[in-house]
Each structure stands twice: as structure tokens, then as C-alpha cells.
């Protein structure tokens, strides 16, 4: 989980948002996998990121700018 932490941090301290951002950091939807493990999709700033955490850590699964994202969320009809 500190992982997970270090990640949101460094993306949203490193980007220059202003205020007109409704919000920093927002989990967009998150997935149980296991007991232990938890799928996430977290929008920071003007990326969104997914990724897994776990007890033995976590691992990057990919990173899209917000508008790729909701653009690719209105062509599947999710």
C-alpha cells in the first residue's frame, strides 16, 4: 500500500494543477482480485493510472491522458 501512496504523490506534486480541477486525485473504480489484492483505476490530475496492489507490492498496468480515457470509455459504451 505504500506504494500505491508514493505513486499518487509523485503524480500529482510533479503535475501543476490549478484550481479549476474538480479534483487532484479521484479512484475512477476499483476491482477485489483476491482476498489481498485490489485492481484500481485512479485519475491524477491529467492522467489516469491502473494498477494492482497487494501485499507483496504493486505493478503498473498503464497510464492514458484523462481525454484518451473518456474517450475510449465512449466508444465501448462503458
Known amino acids: 500500500m505504500s506504494a500505491f501512496a508514493f505513486v499518487l504523490v509523485k503524480f500529482t506534486k510533479k503535475k501543476n494543477l490549478n484550481a479549476k ?3 487532484n486525485v479521484e ?3 476499483s476491482l477485489r482480485l483476491s ?3 485490489i485492481f484500481l483505476v485512479v485519475r491524477c490530475g491529467p492522467d489516469v493510472i491502473a494498477f494492482t ?3 507483496h507490492g504493486s505493478s ?3 497510464r492514458w491522458s484523462y481525454d484518451e480515457w473518456t474517450k475510449s470509455q465512449a ?3 462503458s
Open 21 to 23: 480541477d474538480s479534483r
Open 27 to 29: 479512484i475512477i473504480t
Open 35 to 37: 482476498a489481498r489484492d
Open 53 to 55: 496492489v497487494g501485499p
Open 60 to 62: 503498473l498496468m498503464g
Open 75 to 77: 466508444e465501448t459504451g
